[in-house]
């Protein structure tokens, strides 16, 4: 069995505790938390909730801790930190940030003798490995990401900042002419105004001024200024009826030339579509621990990333199973 | 520079040959024939063409052996044979006889200190990845491959034996209702007839009773009487103009749930649209060849397929580009 720790109790941790509750070569050891532990409760019976400063006590009994901290401002401390007592998992997502989380995490890693995987979960993880996949195997071609159907948490929470809202939710939604060339192997050259619209929901305080909020959505830098906006106000009720679960999905598309002449397009196509984008985030991150504990048994250390997880490693199948059931 | 021979002169082979042209880190060192050299004229200038007898003299000049035959007859003994000299690749595609391939090319490559590689291409290949990252990533869950729309040669070929028949050619179409509903992670049951339909197009010989010709391909048994098949005959003329390609591609799509209640649907799918099948395995192989170098030189010696490829082994570029561009 493989103990799996879980480090924060968020969404994305009880993400990662029901995963666990699906593989039947794993446990669950336990929950650690910076709040106080009494106040926490789990889904899984008989499975202790400690401080997190008491986590090195139990770093006998824990063969891979996942990270369940947020990118801004937990992982950057934490990955490294707990990696010194661990082999660790995160799910660290700024991805220009990666090369210097990787640096941080690589050095505590090594010099402790642990394995570390960071940047697990969807985009980056996931689609990574299928653009990793598909640029080795068409060399010369394109690359596209779409996101969506789904809801950002970055953009719903900077909505949530402007003054006068009371709840926000934000949709990130692929254009679907766009999708369609980039599908039929035009490698069309798209503008982000080109690629994706956004859609916000927003649930106003009493009184506030519904004009101004709207345009302060659609001329925020970075956010939304660069993107075709549209902005509806709903009720509370609405947004609690409708908008309360966390969807997200969208394609990773590469396509490419072969032939002496290039004269065949070949277009390589990886799509998510995820009920809850923490839920299956998190059951990455637990196939995941399954590649560390055995990459860490062979005597490997330092960082790694889902680049250097042979995918057999992911499985609890035997070689026999593979062949005969998956190749 | 990695330096690859080719064993075999075929369509796979010529993709194979296009493929390196597309790898600046790579070089075709060789081209092997059963035929005669000298009647054999390859793409790329200044290689030699030798005979396949001749291939041990090469085998300090060539890094990896892409083995370009046929799985019925070709595969079964060309793979241990060459393995004995060299480290192979090859694209054993009898899904029913890969733990039998993988056993005879294993005893061959772990004695002579090679690695080798089977069953590679898009199915079994990429195909098979994705089968085994969906399965580890969503446990409970269903798999569906569809194959097509596409050329399938083993059917074109069985058509062609019917008496009466001059050429034929046979697309494997997928039922879109049935696409629709695994999309939509409905995880239905389907039969064979549900899941793909037949479409043979045929060159009558003259004076050729096209009526019985139409009857024994709906009944062949395994090929067509499982399916609904449409037969249309045309011209040889019609054939050359729109069938002369041979295009394919198709989907691998796991549906699973996830949540303590299981209460969210997360969708998986992998889409193929290939101008052309044998230079997209082609591609694949050629990729997979730098893993094999790259493995070979820490040592790995025995027989692997897909499942055993870090990722980042198939790539030419270095872990700080990757990290900086793919991540």
């Known amino acids: 069995m493989i103990r799996i720790g879980i480090m924060g109790y968020g969404n994305l941790a009880r993400g990662v505790e029901c995963a666990i509750a699906q593989n039947p070569d794993m446990v669950l050891a336990a929950v650690f938390t910076r709040r106080d532990p009494a106040g926490v409760s789990i889904l899984t019976p008989n499975v202790p909730v400690l401080s997190a400063d008491k986590a090195a006590e139990m770093k006998d009994d824990i063969d891979v801790m996942i990270l369940c901290g947020g990118s801004a401002t937990d992982l950057p401390a934490m990955t490294p930190r ?132 709207e345009q302060a959505i659609k001329t925020m830098p970075n956010y939304f200024s660069d993107y075709d906006t549209t902005v509806e106000f709903i009720t509370a009720e609405e947004m609690a009826k409708n908008h309360s679960g966390l969807p997200h999905g969208g394609s990773v598309i590469r396509s490419g030339v072969t032939g002496w002449n290039k004269e065949c397009t070949q277009t390589i196509e990886y799509t998510l579509k995820l009920d809850s984008n923490p839920q299956f985030t998190a059951s990455v991150l637990v196939a995941c ?16 990333t889902i680049f250097d997880i042979a995918p057999a490693d992911l499985s609890p199948l035997s070689r026999e199973e593979m062949l005969a059931h998956l190749l």
């Open 82 to 213: 707990f990696a010194r007592d661990f082999n660790v998992i995160d799910s660290f997502d700024t991805h220009a940030n990666i090369p210097a989380h990787f640096a941080a995490v690589n050095a505590a890693a090594e010099e402790s003798g642990h394995i570390a995987f960071i940047s697990l979960g969807w985009d980056p993880g996931l689609f990574s490995v299928n653009r990793l996949y598909a640029s080795a195997i068409l060399p010369e071609g394109k690359d596209y990401t779409f996101w969506g159907k789904g809801v950002s948490q970055g953009h719903s929470d900077a909505v949530r900042r402007i003054p006068g809202v009371a709840d926000a939710r934000q949709y990130t939604i692929p254009v679907p002419e766009a999708l369609d060339r980039v599908r039929r192997g035009e490698n069309p050259q798209l503008t982000t105004r080109e690629k994706h619209t956004r859609l916000c929901y927003v649930v106003a305080e009493e009184g506030a001024d519904t004009a101004a909020i």
């Open 289 to 304: 621990a399954r590649a560390a504990m055995r990459l860490s048994a062979r005597g490997v250390t330092g960082c790694r």
